[in-house]
């Protein structure tokens, strides 16, 4: 079901260890990748940039089978949702809101300001964005919980105008038709959210960056956001990428990834429902172990065996555990499980090793990193308080997961008074020269003119 990649004979470096630049191409992925997916996302953005509203609507009705008539939810179905929504389910996304609030409030930072010199000062300023557009996906299943790891760093940044997309559904219960799923409504209400619209795939990711305006009366059916965040398939990755420069992204948030290095003392029970677990969310999501024991790689094929026969989705997770994105890779030692992972950059990567921590610890590239035998990716999904937002396809090697500072940008305030202007001077017409610029030095030394000249 899953094949083996061995690399236990991998090209190594002068230092004897696995070399990273290798690695990163030897690592599993996915034929079709966020590059790939860029030409089919493409014509849609334009599509939503020229046509706006009615895009948005004849779009939803080719990918989604549901012709809207507005895209916005009504305000009344956001209360009706929450009324009927199960009194477990409410207590769940209360316990997730309150840990992921926990965590996130922590991450504020505070404005500082630095003197340079007697009279100089910088401080940096730390000032949330005016309006954010976050995505929930809604396609193969429903993610309520992607509601709070979106909304919960953006209010806890000060966002002032939050707005949350997520594809209508064309088979939800009586009253809920042609809306968002009645779960995620549900969620938006509990944490105070009621601009929601109905749009799904790239053509939301273009709503938030042009915005759309009603053909007939060039009213704004919604208008463009500064940031767009939240994860999706591999279209709604690449059309982040696509309009990234008109909007800002948190990271390219695609297909689910798990990667899980493992030694002999894990059991290989967890290890295959952790695999399962990720595998469950799409046929393109990456599940992948990395280990230096064959005998616990062949425990955890035949717990494959077993356990994904017994599973709800599995068609689903047999693709996505047998395709190319999947693989158990088998290493010589932890040392280089632990090059392999981190050239790997999974966006959920488990240490499950003797020593658990001290592994943990050495890891460079990751989304979130769930420590031992009892921090499962489930955990982290749903109610550990940290982020599940977070990037795939190797970007953790330059990118970090959904956060306060996602929605915050840094403001370096100058103020110098004369005596500090004029005591740097003399740098200031020195680097001016140097880099041919005299205007940039005459901006400074013409301060210090005698004023009749």
Same mark, same amino acid.
Not at 22 to 46: D, F, K
Not at 65 to 90: I, K, N, Q, Y
């Given at each position: ?9 991998? @090209? ?9 630049? #290798?690695?990163?191409?030897? $690592? ?7 590059? &790939? ?20 609507? /004849? =779009? ?35 316990? +997730? ?24 000062? *910088?401080?940096?300023?730390? $000032? ?8 929930? !996906?809604?396609?193969?299943? $429903?993610?309520?919980? +992607? ?5 919960? %760093? ?27 799923? %009645? ?52 279209? *709604? ?6 309009? @990234? ?28 429902? /952790?695999?399962? +677990? &990720?595998?469950?969310?799409?046929? =393109?999501?990456?599940?992948? =172990? ?30 996505? =555990? ?13 040392? /280089?499980?632990?090059?392999? $992972? ?9 240490? @499950? ?21 009892? #921090?499962?990716? #489930? ?6 308080? +940290?982020?599940?937002?977070? !990037? ?7 990118? #970090?997961?959904?956060?306060? &500072? ?15 202007? @004029? ?18 030095? &005459? ?11």
């Amino acid at each position: 079901m899953i094949r083996r990649l061995d690399l236990r004979d991998a @090209q190594r470096g002068p230092s004897g260890r696995l070399d990273s630049r #290798s690695l990163r191409n030897a $690592v599993p992925r996915a034929s079709i990748g966020v590059e &790939q997916a860029l030409e089919a996302v493409r014509p849609i953005c334009e599509q939503v940039r020229v046509d706006g509203l009615n895009a948005l609507i /004849d =779009l939803t009705e080719r990918f989604d089978g549901v012709r809207l008539e507005h895209v916005r939810v009504p305000h009344a179905a956001l209360g009706r949702a929450l009324e009927s929504l199960d009194a477990e389910v409410t207590a769940a996304l209360q316990e +997730s809101i309150a840990r992921a609030r926990r965590v996130h409030a922590a991450q504020r930072r505070s404005d500082h300001t630095t003197q340079v010199v007697p009279g100089g000062t *910088v401080t940096e300023r730390w $000032v949330p964005v005016g309006r954010v557009g976050l995505y929930v !996906p809604g396609g193969l299943a $429903v993610y309520p919980s +992607s509601v709070v790891m979106n909304v919960v %760093p953006a209010q806890e940044a000060g966002v002032e105008s939050i707005a949350v997309t997520s594809p209508a559904q064309k088979d939800n219960p009586p009253g809920f038709e042609g809306l968002p799923h %009645p779960t995620i409504l549900a969620a938006c209400a509990l944490l105070g959210v009621d601009e929601v619209y109905a749009v799904g795939g790239a053509q939301a990711v273009a709503m938030f960056a042009y915005g759309a305006r009603d053909a007939d009366d060039e009213l704004w059916a919604c208008e463009p956001v500064d940031v767009v965040t939240g994860p999706g398939n591999v279209y *709604v990755a690449a059309a982040k990428r696509l309009l @990234q420069g008109l909007i800002g992204i948190d990271s390219e948030a695609g297909p689910t990834e798990i990667a899980i290095l493992a030694d002999d003392t894990a059991d290989p029970v967890h290890v295959a429902a /952790d695999l399962i +677990s &990720q595998a469950e969310h799409d046929p =393109l999501a990456a599940s992948v =172990l990395v280990t230096d024991s064959e005998a616990l790689a062949d425990a955890v094929d035949a717990e494959l065996a077993r356990q994904v026969a017994a599973t709800k989705h599995v068609e689903r997770v047999t693709t996505a =555990l047998s395709g190319p994105q999947s693989a158990t890779v088998l290493v010589t030692d932890v040392e /280089d499980g632990l090059a392999v $992972v981190d050239a790997y950059a999974a966006e959920h990567l488990e240490i @499950q090793t003797a020593d658990a921590d001290a592994v943990a610890a050495r890891v460079r590239n990751a989304g979130a990193v769930f420590v031992g035998a009892w #921090s499962p990716v #489930s955990l982290g999904d749903y109610c550990a308080g +940290s982020n599940h937002v977070l !990037p795939t396809g190797g970007c953790a090697i330059h990118s #970090s997961g959904l956060s306060v &500072q996602s929605f915050l940008r840094g403001i370096h305030v100058v103020n110098y008074d004369r005596a500090a202007l @004029q005591e740097v001077a003399h740098h200031v017409l020195a680097l001016s020269a140097a880099e041919d610029l005299p205007a940039h030095g &005459q901006a400074v030394s013409a301060r210090f003119r005698d004023q009749r000249d």
